[in-house]
């Protein structure tokens, strides 16, 4: 069985940072498609951003320039840079990955929320 923990949410400020990290744990035999999803209260969940095939990054529109999205194989970790934080972020936080043997996999969430 796989699990992915996120970890780095939290409060902070408009205009300031945040790191978000997911860590896949068991017996993996690959990841493939790391990303990020959104969901905002009332709202439907949403791609933030996305590693396709080890090394294409796609992003949401709204977080273009602002987030980065990065990888460390080694360690089956993923990360999110959030930047120039806004209030319209303020949302729960997935990780997802394609994980085999399992397929795609879900983290619990974390919980961002940024005060204007």
């Known amino acids: 069985q796989v699990q992915l923990v996120e970890s780095g949410g939290g409060l902070v400020q408009a205009g300031g940072s945040l790191r978000l990290s997911c860590a896949a744990s068991?017996?993996?035999?690959?990841?493939?498609?790391m990303g990020w999803y959104r969901q905002a209260p009332g709202k439907q969940r949403e791609l933030v951003a996305v590693i396709i095939s080890g090394s294409s990054k796609n992003y949401a529109d709204s977080v273009k320039g602002r987030f980065t999205i990065s990888r460390d194989n080694g360690k089956n970790t993923w990360y999110l840079q959030m930047n120039s934080l806004k209030p319209e972020d303020t949302a729960v936080y997935y990780c997802?990955?394609?994980?085999?043997?399992?397929?795609?996999?879900w983290g619990q969430g974390t919980q961002v929320t940024v005060s204007s």
């Open positions: 068991g017996s993996i035999f690959s990841i493939n498609n």
């Open positions: 997802n990955a394609y994980v085999r043997p399992y397929g795609s996999s």
